[in-house]
């Protein structure tokens, strides 16, 4: 099957090489890239970091020499990132942002301190204020930035990938498009409510996803 990905590199390589050994074609076009932000970090009362993105970890690592620090990531995907990028005590999440705060909320050591979560300027999620209710000191600060592409479906495509909820949006605003779609959860498959065919997956990791095509 010739299954279009959305998703930004770096990530969609990875994606496109997991769909060959498949025996499915990717078309790679993503609707989204990251852009870093010109950022100063503050790490003045900070204990631990917090990324939902390897766009997060590489904007941050790229602005801060900083890695001594434990850091919470939202699933292992984002763990791989973080460990490329020279951090040592990694403790990874159950792959969306309510279950990165619950993990944070429930880790048996103190790492003292705020938590600092460096994200999107506009996050999918309310990291922040799930762990605020939960009684953890936390701030964020925008580290990069999503835009759209503007890219539009490659000719053959039989179906395509959503890996996250601004994806979604994207696909949904593309005029008559209405592909099968394999969406990484719920939230990213909600813009598309109104396609024929859309299903996410049973856990917000891409194993999952992709299970979606066997």
Not at 11 to 40: D, F, I, N, Q, Y
Not at 168 to 197: K, Q, R, V, Y
Request: proline residues 8%; glycine residues 14%; contains cysteine.
């Amino acid at each position: 099957m010739k299954v279009w990905v959305t998703r930004a590199e770096p990530g969609a390589s990875r994606t496109a090489e997991r769909l060959r050994e498949m025996g499915h074609e990717p078309l790679t076009a993503p609707v989204l890239e990251g852009l870093r932000l010109l950022t100063e970090i503050d790490l003045k009362g900070v204990g631990s970091l917090a990324f939902t993105s390897g766009n997060g970890v590489r904007a941050f690592a790229g602005m801060n020499p900083e890695r001594g620090l434990p850091v919470f990531a939202v699933g292992e995907a984002t763990a791989r990132a973080v460990r490329d990028a020279g951090f040592g005590i990694i403790i990874s999440g159950g792959g969306d942002v309510a279950a990165l705060a619950r993990t944070i909320a429930g880790v048996s050591f103190s790492p003292g301190g705020e938590v600092l979560f460096a994200g999107a300027a506009e996050p999918a999620g309310d990291l922040i204020g799930d762990l605020t209710a939960r009684g953890v000191p936390a701030r964020a600060v925008a580290v990069y930035e999503i835009l759209p592409t503007g890219a539009q479906p490659p000719p053959g495509a039989e179906a395509v990938l959503v890996h996250s909820p601004k994806a979604g949006g994207m696909l949904a605003a593309i005029e008559g498009l209405d592909l099968p779609a394999f969406c990484i959860s719920p939230a990213a498959a909600a813009p598309l409510a109104g396609w024929t065919h859309v299903r996410a997956a049973a856990a917000p990791t891409e194993a999952d996803l992709l299970a979606l095509l066997s």
